[in-house]
C-alpha cells in the first residue's frame, strides 16, 4: 500500500531491516539518511546507532555506553550525524562510522527553566517551566542546514529552539512557554 503523494510516495517493506536473530528495535526515536542511502535509526536498545544499507542489511552499530536516552536525528552537508539525548541535556556529533566529534552544552546538567520533571506525568511536568533557557532541558529535535548550521528543538524541559553555528556555538534561542504567538508548549522536532 502506498504512503503520500505526487513524487513523495513510500511503500511499506515489511521485514526491510536485516537484524540479528535475538535483536530489535527498543522505541526508535530518530531517523536519519545520508547521501549514499545508508539509513541511521536512533533507537534506545542496547545498540543506539543501528546503520542500514538502501536494501536493509545491517552494516554497523555505535553509541553503545554512551546514551542514556536517545531522542533525535539529523544530518549535517558533510555527511556528520547529529543526535539528542534529552536526559543528558545534549547533542551529539558522529562522523558516518559513530567517531564522537562534538558534544554540545553540558552533559548532565539541564539549563534552568523551573521545570520539575515527574517521569509518570510527562504533561503535567511541561506546565512546571516558567521561563525559556539556555541550551539544554532536554531537547528533542535536531536539523541542520546545507551551510551546517544546527536548529534544536529543547522541549520537554524548555520552550525554546535554538540556533547554532557550523562550530557548535550559540546564535540565538526563541520561544517562551504558553500558547500564544512565539510561545511553545513541547517544540519536538524542526
Not at 505526487?6 to 511499506?12: D, F, I, Q, R, V
Not at 553540558?106 to 523551573?114: L, R, V
Not at 528543538?153 to 535554538?162: K, L
Request: aromatic share 12%; glycine share 14%.
Amino acid at each position: 500500500m502506498p504512503y503520500g503523494t505526487g513524487e513523495y510516495t513510500y511503500e511499506l517493506v515489511d521485514g526491510w531491516a536485516k537484524l540479528p536473530r535475538g535483536w530489535s528495535f527498543q522505541d526508535v526515536t530518530g531517523l536519519a539518511i545520508d547521501a549514499q542511502d545508508r539509513v541511521y535509526v536512533l533507537n534506545r536498545g542496547i545498540h543506539p546507532v543501528i546503520v542500514f544499507d538502501r536494501d536493509g542489511n545491517l552494516l554497523m552499530t555505535w553509541g553503545e555506553g554512551l546514551f542514556k536516552h536517545a531522542h533525535g536525528a539529523g544530518i549535517g552537508p558533510d555527511g556528520s550525524i547529529f543526535c539528542t539525548d534529552d536526559e543528558l541535556h545534549v547533542v551529539y556529533k558522529f562522523t558516518p562510522e559513530g567517531e564522537l566529534l562534538q558534544t554540545i552544552e553540558n552533559k548532565g546538567q539541564p539549563s534552568d527553566t523551573g521545570y520539575i520533571p515527574e517521569w509518570n506525568d510527562i504533561f503535567w511536568s511541561l506546565t512546571t517551566i516558567t521561563h525559556g533557557g539556555p541550551p539544554f532541558n532536554r531537547p528533542t529535535g535536531v536539523a541542520v542546514t546545507a551551510s551546517g548550521e544546527m536548529y534544536v528543538s529543547d522541549g520537554y524541559g524548555n520552550a525554546r529552539v535554538h540556533k547554532f553555528s557550523p562550530a557548535g556555538k550559540l546564535l540565538l534561542s526563541w520561544g517562551e512557554p504558553g500558547t500564544s504567538p512565539g510561545q511553545f508548549r513541547l517544540p519536538h522536532w524542526v
